[in-house]
């Protein structure tokens, strides 16, 4: 068998040079694992953030609310970062990846040779397309800056309206209404969270947020917006209601950003293809986190995760891959969400078309889904439900076949199920 089938990818000499594009979660967990796995060569970590290497989760909680300060969010502690005896670029944007040349030139033109060089740029919110968006006064979340001027405006405002009801706009409705502010949620869609879960999971959602006072528009179309010169902004929507808030926030989608990727010829289709063992189609370029698609043998298909769990897992395994170690990335997914009092999470990649068992009712604090293809669990969805998550994980790891009306029945621990 030669070192691609094993899964090897061919590694680096002890004195090479690993550029890391991007220091966010991918990006930091890679350089560590480099430096963990014994690479005692110069590692680059550009990042056009002026950020320790962190994670984004808290920003659209715990730091929106005010609760937590953005350093809770870095990675490693200052002197664990220093320890790592990298060659840190904070507030520095890489332009052009020059393959031929293997170097990365800057934005001031600057180029840095590398042996290996490893893709963890991300993506950024998608911009809504509608009248007057370009002009009107929009929030975003995705950086600690954003975070930062959006807490200031919460602190201020009266009145939010959330263009988008996905994870980030849910949390971010939740965090205003918590601050006393009136919120609107406008979604497109006939159904909050439509592309990850199921109806009757939407459906509590939408009673989460409106018991707790947030009036949630479905199948809304923003027509146009405005903010005038004091500050106030309008929201036009379809059926001629017209809005007004203190402050817009629009969540609709990421986009990754493989444009360098995409400049420099590596296979793309939304996000920088890789394979499982974060190999791009050139094979001294590796990728991770949210701009990476990679085959998963739990979705039978190519996806790009965004979620906390791949963006540390894969920067690890594309720092291991670099070093010529056998990797396989194909973790099971696993997302959470947490909004108001209620925790939800997802194990697998549930779909419209495998059973579906219920343990528990919707509605009630705390229920699970289950996904099964046959007697076999494929994916679980839990609300307050972390303890029996952990044996669906399980369940859904083995493959074992289980009674679906064990797994319906409360009263059965899961342990024993
Ligand atoms: C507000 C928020 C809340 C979230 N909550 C959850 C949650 O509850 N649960 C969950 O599972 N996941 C959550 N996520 C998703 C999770 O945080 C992301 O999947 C993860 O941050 C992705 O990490 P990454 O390293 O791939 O990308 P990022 O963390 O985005 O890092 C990419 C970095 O690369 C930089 N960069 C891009 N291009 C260049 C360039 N040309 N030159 C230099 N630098 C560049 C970017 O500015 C950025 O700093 C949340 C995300 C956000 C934004």
């Known amino acids: 068998m030669d ?221 146009a917006l405005s903010t005038d010169y004091e500050g106030r902004s309008t929201i036009e929507l379809g059926d001629g209601e017209t809005l007004q808030a203190d402050a817009i926030f629009v969540g609709v989608g990421l986009v990754p950003n493989d444009e360098l990727a995409r400049n420099a010829g590596l296979e793309c289709d939304g996000g920088v293809i890789v394979d499982t063992r974060c190999v791009s189609s050139d094979p001294d370029i590796l990728a991770a986190g949210d701009v990476a698609v990679t085959p998963n043998h739990w979705a039978g298909r190519r996806l790009r995760l965004e979620s906390w769990q791949n963006a540390q897992e894969q920067g690890m395994a594309a720092a291991r891959s670099a070093l010529g170690q056998q990797v396989d990335h194909q973790p099971l997914p696993w997302f959470w969400s947490d909004q108001y009092d209620m925790n939800l999470q997802i194990y697998g990649m549930p779909s419209a078309t495998d059973r579906v068992v219920m343990r528990g009712e919707p509605g009630a604090s705390s229920f699970l889904l289950f996904y099964l293809d046959g007697e076999v669990v494929k994916a679980a969805i839990g609300v307050n439900a972390a303890r029996d998550l952990r044996f669906a994980r399980r369940l859904i790891e083995q493959r074992k076949p289980v009674e679906a009306t064990r797994l319906a029945d409360a009263s059965v621990p899961m342990a024993k199920v």
């Open 3 to 223: 070192t691609m089938e094993m899964g090897v990818a061919a590694g680096v000499r002890p004195d090479a040079t690993i550029v890391i594009v991007g220091a966010g979660q991918a990006g930091g967990w890679a350089a560590q694992t480099l430096r963990s796995e014994g690479f005692g060569g110069r590692i680059v970590l550009l990042g056009d953030e002026a950020h320790l290497p962190h994670e984004r989760p808290p920003l659209s909680k715990s730091v929106l609310a005010g609760e937590a300060a953005p350093a809770s969010t870095w990675l490693f502690k200052e002197a664990a970062f220093a320890a790592l005896d990298l060659d840190w670029r904070p507030a520095t944007r890489v332009s052009r990846i020059d393959r031929e040349a293997r170097r990365v030139e800057l934005i001031d033109g600057e180029p840095l040779a590398y042996d290996k060089l490893i893709l963890c740029s991300g993506g950024r919110a998608r911009a809504l397309a509608v009248p007057g968006a370009e002009t009107a006064r929009i929030h975003t979340l995705r950086t600690i800056d954003d975070a930062q001027r959006l807490g200031s405006v919460l602190d201020h405002a009266r009145s939010l309206v959330v263009i988008g009801g996905g994870w980030i706009g849910l949390e971010v409705a939740a965090t205003a209404r918590k601050k006393g502010l009136d919120v609107v949620v406008l979604e497109s869609q006939s159904r909050l969270c439509e592309r990850s879960v199921p109806a009757q999971v939407s459906e509590h959602l939408l009673a989460l947020h409106r018991t707790h006072g947030t009036r949630v528009v479905l199948d809304a179309k923003v027509k």
